[in-house]
């Protein structure tokens, strides 16, 4: 009988062995492929000083920093909390460890962080996220940002995802188009805000609601109906380079930021198309994100034929990484996978590859303690070719030992005298029944 | 110019790439070698609630647990805190997820753990611990202890380290040795203490102080000069089963307890000989280890040849590991390494493979954007033979990429329009300076 409750705390993803080892694959793969790329392995401690924190986080982050109750021997230090991101962490890294890394430094960050935010389906409170940045000394070229996106798709595409797109846009393209029409950071809307912030919204959200709806949000801004209709064309401009360029020209935008913003933008699309991703990565205007943050690429990935699960990882450029803690000018671009959420809804949706989910390959029972040297031996051969062995030793009946191992592993191997004697063992397939000699590569 | 001090929070490592590639692989070797041995991944999140963290945690262990501040949503919530070791994590797992596990369950934990004890040079507050347990349901036999030692030493063995021993003890015998010359659980020391536990700290001590210190604090604790000699004659047994077992028999001991310690523990050194471990794995009385949780086997690793770095890796058996969290029995047996501790001192005893630390094998050096197009698919080519590449794209000067390529990467590979167009490449080796042309397997 339970004497208290032993469920993990709410808002934590927790796995049985089977499932935790179909996650780990999702999680080394995705690692592995931000190594191979060059992006150099990055870990923070867990929890920081809320100094570092604070410096950065505002708003709704801000609330939900986990803070940490000093213990009599951390009475002394500065208050401290746990990270809610990688991004922070890594600009307190850089700014620190400057002198020792090559730049533009490429980082890769697979880890734990923790928001205590609102509890609810396919949201947690404690999970990983892999990030990958590319940190430039005061310049970073335009190919960063496409680099990031190869990399990006390439670790998504691991998992044998139906159809991804990777939906591209430019924040300089978004606010020099604005500009171009007479709406600038100092515009305001009828009831005060931003008018910049406000249009952003309504693109945001302009997916989730009708047309008409999106049509009557901008009128109610204020905004004229020659320029409704021109934000309008904007934002539903989508497809690939040589599909986009000839439309975004012809909005005949007659401003700098604007100009750059294109030419960056047609940059990465050609730079991801001379890696044949010209398919799946399209400019997508309808594509803003955190406005106080990205100020030049930024982009989201989605599964086209799951609508429902939006994005599955995100980022974009930034102009200065490390304005809190440095006067140095850090600039950067860099992308982030939320795994615990990918996860849920990826098995939500049966898109999780659960093949390899059984992480034992054999199992060894020997009939008796008589023939535990042969099993120690076998197993060790086993090993010795990379495979995954378990050594049945318990002392129950043979029944009980296969209930086990046909549990844990695809394979068992029975060992009585017989087999110990001449070292011919037979394989046996939990999955099929059959029994096969086993023969090993010399 | 810095606006904040971004070092890392007290009593947490924080590594430049370099050397954290090199942690890594300490890490993941140690965990792939756990799978091998068919140890199942299990990873519990980092934030329990308090009340599972304290039914288990006492004395120093207990001021040292981090506690959270509730956040504005988490105000509902029971009282959270980061866990401070895998183990009681462990029971609140085993007991909440025992009808989808397979017992004997062989679980491998490697994770983060945190206490917020007093900082110290080599003591962290913030570390990686690689744990293994067995845990039975109602019974587990003495083959597990053996299995665990086994692994153990597996994952050790990966790092080229000096000679290692792997000491052993069993607190049966410790024990029913005790009872057997008339000092059991009810007899005190002259200050009150029990003397039991009295004397197993003296042991415990007994190598870091002289011959005639150990014999006047047992004298002290009120023991007989008879009693003396014998603890001080039952201490000193240590070496190979075929060492030890005459000596322990010599003894004489008339009792159960001492006769079944006797017999666990020379079962477990025949097992570990029987895998070719009769050398490292030696039977050692002085080995003691927490008092209140291990019943059986106990063992501490250490490199011979570096005594001052002391035990590496340790571990035991205990009755019952989920006692405060339900009324059924979950016997078990285990062991933990602690990885930045251990990182730690091999680095400072320059015990540290260094070997592979630049963990890019090339780093391809377009001369200009035209080569681009060519130096993605070379990139592409070398990734598919497991190598991990950097593109080199900044617009720098030449001088200025091969500083960065070299400082990042084994091999650079320079891309002018010469090699776009013919698709001969040549390889340079920062090391040497040498060149050679790019051959790659088909």
Redesign the interface.
Known sequence: ??????????G??????DI??V??RYRNEIEHVF????F??????????T??LL?KAGGDTE????????????SN?PD?A?RFDHTVPLA??V???QQ?????F??AQVG?N?R????QRGRF??FYQCDIDVI?RNTL?I??DA?VIATFYDALKCFDLPRMVIRISNRKLFSGFLEGIGIDESSEATDGRSLVSAVAGIIDHAEKVSLEKTLADLKELGISDDNVVKITTFMNIHGTRSEVEPQLRALNVNNEKFATGLDELLTVLR?LE??GLGEVAQADLLIIRGLDYYTGTVFETFLPDYRKIGSIGSGGRYENLAN?????SFPGVGGSIGLNRLFFVLRENNLLNLATSQ??DY?IIPIS?NE??AC?ELA?KL?AH??????V???KRLGDKMT?AA???KFGIVVGEDEAKTGQYKVKDFATGEQTPLVLPE
């Not at 205590?116 to 509890?119: K, P, Q, R, S």
């Open positions: 009988m339970k004497k208290i409750n032993t469920s993990p705390v709410s934590a993803q927790e796995f049985t062995p935790q080892s996650f780990n190594h191979s790329h060059g150099l392995p990055v870990e923070t401690p867990i929890i920081e000083r100094e570092i410096a609330k939900q920093i986990y803070k940490l109750v000093k213990t009599s021997e951390t230090d401290q746990l307190r890294y700014v620190e460890h020792s890394l090559a730049f533009p490429r980082a734990i923790f205590g935010e609102h509890a409170r404690e430039g070229p190919a960063y680099e730079l001379q890696q809190n803690y440095t006067d140095e992480p034992v199992a303690q535990y040297p120690f060790n090993r990379a495979k995954i062995v378990d050594l030793l318990t002392d086990y549990k844990v592993a």
